[in-house]
């Protein structure tokens, strides 16, 4: 697609993906549903049945994409280049399918990721620290790992009776059965649908800061773990509110209604900047991505090589 006049042989100029804003100064997500996306001449627009907009590839995070999408190749390169994750998801997001590729092209925060998982030191050092996080007084560090599951069944526990008095919904307990969808209460389809939002959310800040989603700490076995391991932090704070009050108030698309809220609630609690701060705590490093541009190292058990280079020297 085209403006009037322009040009047809040159509509995208790539971007320096160092002058584009962070992902945490992002936007929070755009969920879409029966719409097509081209690229124009001024970046990538969406069509819908109720109408067309231009979608703001260079501050969007994620990009949920859900059934009935369509999306060109040139429209899906110009969204990666602006460092938007896009992600494929099932009916009213409760399902995550595929994703597509993050704003970073180091693999610095990885390779420290896997090295703090791989050893079982480092590693439960991290799970320690993710299970505090949600403990504003803290944790008593002489705790065994089953003694800090027990206190964090315990919070969950009285976080949901919490939210069903507060909102004045009844809650028996906690059900998500996929082949039985329609016939989950409303609440549990509220926190259902809001969790795959999390979900969604953290998976783009994860593949956005450079790590994976699979090699994950308190969570393993599934290519999501790590997703899990971060959406968790915030799950109770950021979910429950929305989910309950959804739930409370009559009216129908509940799920839509949900999706709605939590982007709000979300950027209220600057969650996207919280969540890439949380991230390089939890597993260090600074705050700066290595130039794309440049030619990555040659390994070498005595120190990594220069790459980008010949060393066949002058004798070759």
């Known amino acids: 697609m085209t403006e009037p006049g322009m040009s047809n042989a040159i509509i995208w100029q790539r971007q320096n993906l160092r002058e584009l804003p962070k992902f945490r100064d992002g936007t929070t997500y755009l969920y879409l549903e029966h719409t097509r996306l081209e690229q124009d001449g001024r970046g990538v627009r969406a069509y819908h049945p109720e109408g067309m907009v231009t979608l703001p590839a260079a501050s969007l995070s994620v990009l949920l994409l859900g059934p009935g999408c369509s999306v060109s190749h040139e429209a899906v390169k110009a969204l990666s280049d602006t460092g938007c994750s896009l992600l494929w998801v099932g009916e009213g997001g409760v399902r995550l399918y595929a994703s597509g590729l993050g704003e970073t092209r180091s693999a610095a925060r990885l390779q420290r990721q896997a090295l703090l998982w791989a ?26 790992l089953e003694q800090i599951r027990g206190r964090e069944g315990a919070r969950v526990r009285d976080a ?34 809001g969790n795959a939002c999390l979900y969604g959310l953290a998976h783009a800040a994860i593949l ?66 919280r969540m890439a701060a949380d991230l390089l705590r939890l597993l260090g490093g600074d705050d700066t991505d290595p130039n794309s541009t440049a030619p990555g190292d040659l390994w070498d058990p005595e120190g990594h090589a220069a790459g980008g280079v010949n060393h066949a020297g002058h004798d070759s």
């Open 160 to 193: 949901y009776a919490r939210s069903s008095q507060a909102y004045g919904v009844r809650w028996d307990t906690r059900q998500y059965k996929q082949q039985d969808w329609h016939r989950a209460t409303p609440v549990n389809k509220a926190i259902s649908a």
């Open 208 to 273: 956005s800061m450079g790590y994976s989603p699979a090699l994950g700490f308190i969570h393993t076995g599934k290519m999501l773990s790590f997703v899990y391991d971060v959406a968790d932090l915030y799950k109770l704070e950021v979910v429950l509110p929305v989910a309950f009050r959804e739930a409370a108030t009559p009216g129908d698309d509940l799920e839509r209604r949900v999706r709605t809220g939590l982007r709000d609630h979300m950027t209220k609690l600057r969650l996207l900047e």
């Open 119 to 144: 050893n079982p030191q480092s590693r439960l050092r991290v799970v320690r620290q993710m299970y505090a996080m949600r403990f504003p007084e803290g944790l008593p560090p002489d705790l065994t």
